[in-house]
């Protein structure tokens, strides 16, 4: 598998926009990239996935460089609730199972 | 749809004893995946099974680890003998077919 760089941890104000950042230089053309989130104590839960082009639903937007080399998971108003951590993952198409790297752990900050 | 269920949501156990991890997956959904996760390790898949059979069980750590999904409905992730060395956090997680997992709320296992 494709592997991903992510930071250990970032810290947010609560209702400011976040900004999580992916590298993922070595990824294929098949590999779409998705954005799973664990809250504390609890399995994680999907966020997000693309292939090429940005993507945006209810929880989050998902920019993903025009290489596609690396990608962005932006939360537009950070809440309490999103103090989490963050993975980002690169699954092939033909693949079913995920991957997990060690994430980014999101501080948000009242 | 309650989602996906984890039984028992805590077990403690001794060493040596046998431990076995339930699961029911989401109505309708054809792939169940046991992860694991450990402070040292993170999260890892430990095997996944497709329309009830098993299709990879290559992070199964050994053979005191066994995994069965009966039907469509259920699935046990069984350790016999159980060492201290398997505490961790068990997850189960469904899917349809497509591409999101959905993950149940984990068993937290410690081994003494």
């Known amino acids: 598998d494709a592997k991903t760089t992510q930071p250990n941890s970032m810290e947010s104000n609560e209702e400011e926009p976040v900004h999580l950042p992916c590298n993922h230089s070595?990824?294929?053309?098949?590999?779409?990239i998705h954005w799973y989130r664990q809250l504390p104590s609890q399995g994680p839960e999907y966020v997000i996935h693309?292939?090429?082009s940005n993507v945006n639903n209810r929880m989050a937007s998902l920019a993903i460089a025009e290489d596609r080399k690396s990608s962005t998971l932006i939360l537009h108003r950070a809440t309490l609730r999103d103090a989490a951590v963050y993975y980002c993952?690169?699954?092939?198409?033909?693949?079913?199972?995920?991957?997990f790297g060690s994430g980014t752990r999101l501080q948000v900050q009242p | 749809d309650a989602g996906v269920i984890q039984s028992p949501r805590h077990e403690v156990t001794e060493m040596g004893q046998e431990v076995t991890l339930r699961c029911k997956p989401i109505?309708?959904?054809?792939?169940l995946f046991w992860y694991r996760q450990t402070m040292m390790r993170g999260l890892e898949l430990l095997i996944y099974?497709?329309?009830?059979?098993?299709?990879?069980d290559s992070g199964m750590p050994e053979d005191r680890f066994s995994a069965k999904m009966p039907n469509a409905s259920f699935s046990t992730l069984k350790i016999q003998p159980s060492e201290p060395r398997d505490s961790a956090v068990y997850f189960c997680?469904?899917?349809?077919?497509?591409?999101?997992?959905?993950f149940g709320p984990g068993t937290r296992l410690l081994v003494l």
């Open positions: 109505s309708g959904h054809d792939y």
């Open positions: 693309g292939l090429t």
């Open positions: 070595t990824i294929s053309g098949t590999d779409y």
């Open positions: 099974f497709n329309n009830n059979v098993p299709i990879d």
């Open positions: 997680a469904s899917m349809e077919r497509g591409e999101t997992q959905y």
């Open positions: 993952i690169l699954k092939d198409t033909g693949r079913r199972a995920l991957t």
